[in-house]
């Protein structure tokens, strides 16, 4: 069962910061939270990971609240190409050094010109 | 592009049939997961090969089953299709503890 909960679908326009909630009540202290996006039924594209920290990269931050039972991707010029189904997970670790990612539904974000 | 290759890109089986999918890992990772991803779902966990053992599995019958090469690239093989079992499998590899690189998946269609 996927332990994120995300809204199903969200727009913003081109150039603007778009902010994707991800509320994970239920993950343990050792489990990630990791984005991964989706275009058009490709392979998911990995973003970023984090555990505690907040996290940036070329791509996007990553924000987690300080309980981790919510987090916020941010995507801070958004461009039409980011246009895709976004994935948050938890990376659930399921035995000695074996990991699964767990999907739920995704957000389905759209970039309007 | 994540250096994952996964073959082929789509196929049409018959419903009874077996099937054969092939996943070539990112050159340094020792790890593979494959997922199914239904039709406007995410994808589904399937299986993990670490060092050519399957180390954890989803919730999915013994007709599923996989190899990881000694060059760690990696087959899926379904037996007995069923309908439901067309989906998008994709292939993931990644050294232990860190994120793992999909492949564009193969689309499998079971008529």
């Known amino acids: 069962d996927a332990k994120t909960t995300q809204p199903p679908s969200m727009d913003c326009a081109e150039g603007r910061a778009a902010n994707l909630p991800c509320n994970h009540s239920t993950i343990s202290g050792n489990e990630y939270v990791y984005w991964y996006r989706q275009i058009h039924s490709q392979g998911p594209q990995y973003i970023i990971h984090g555990l505690k920290n907040n996290e940036t990269n070329e791509m996007a931050s990553l924000i987690i609240t300080e309980d981790r039972k919510s987090s916020t991707l941010i995507l801070p010029h958004a461009t039409l190409r980011d246009t895709a189904v976004y994935y948050c997970?938890?990376?659930?670790?399921?035995?000695?050094?074996?990991?699964?990612?767990?999907f739920g539904q995704g957000t389905r974000l759209t970039i309007n010109p | 592009e994540t250096g994952v290759t996964q073959s082929p890109t789509h196929l049409i089986k018959t419903r009874g049939q077996q099937v054969t999918l092939r996943c070539s890992s990112q050159s340094g990772h020792n790890t593979v997961s494959w997922y199914q991803q239904a039709l406007g779902q995410g994808p589904q966990f399937i299986f993990q090969?670490?060092?050519?053992?399957?180390?954890g599995r989803g919730n999915f019958p013994p007709r599923f089953s996989g190899l990881q090469f000694p060059n760690y690239s990696s087959e899926l093989n379904v037996n007995a299709l069923e309908l439901d079992d067309s989906a998008l499998y994709l292939c993931?590899?990644?050294?232990?503890?860190?994120?793992?690189?999909f492949g564009q998946g193969t689309r499998l269609t079971v008529v």
């Open positions: 993931a590899s990644s050294r232990v503890n860190t994120e793992a690189f």
């Open positions: 997970i938890v990376r659930v670790e399921y035995a000695q050094g074996a990991q699964k990612l767990v």
């Open positions: 090969y670490y060092r050519e053992e399957e180390n």
